[in-house]
């Protein structure tokens, strides 16, 4: 069984700065793409990051140049960098990695439990 536990959330001032992880664990045989998702109440599900297994990497233009997704490989650990935070990138944020597991040996998507981000003064 794979899980995704993800950490780093809380509240920050305009302009500042959050790193959230999100860690996978278990039966893991391979690690696709890696994404960052955000959902702010009443509206849709937004993806905002997304890391291929190239090291591509792609951001819509509300986070371009403030968010950063990288990975370290090792730890099957995945990173979203958030800074110049504002207060419309309040939401809950999501991670979903797309993961080949051992046993039983299947490929799905999986997600963490989301993470509150709240910007405010």
């Known amino acids: 069984q794979v899980q995704l536990v993800e950490s780093g959330g809380g509240l920050v001032q305009p302009g500042g700065s959050l790193r959230l992880s999100c860690a996978a664990s278990?039966?893991?045989?391979?690690?696709?793409?890696m994404r960052w998702f955000r959902q702010a109440p009443g509206t849709q599900r937004e993806l905002v990051a997304i890391l291929a297994p190239s090291g591509s990497t792609n951001y819509p233009d509300s986070v371009k140049d403030r968010f950063t997704i990288s990975r370290d490989s090792a730890k099957n650990t995945v990173y979203l960098q958030m800074d110049s935070l504002k207060p419309e990138d309040t939401a809950v944020y999501y991670c979903?990695?797309?993961?080949?597991?051992?046993?039983?040996?299947?490929?799905?998507?999986?997600w963490g439990q989301g993470i509150q981000v709240t910007v405010s003064s």
């Open positions: 278990g039966s893991i045989g391979s690690i696709y793409n």
């Open positions: 979903a990695q797309t993961i080949r597991s051992v046993f039983p040996t299947r490929t799905q998507d999986y």
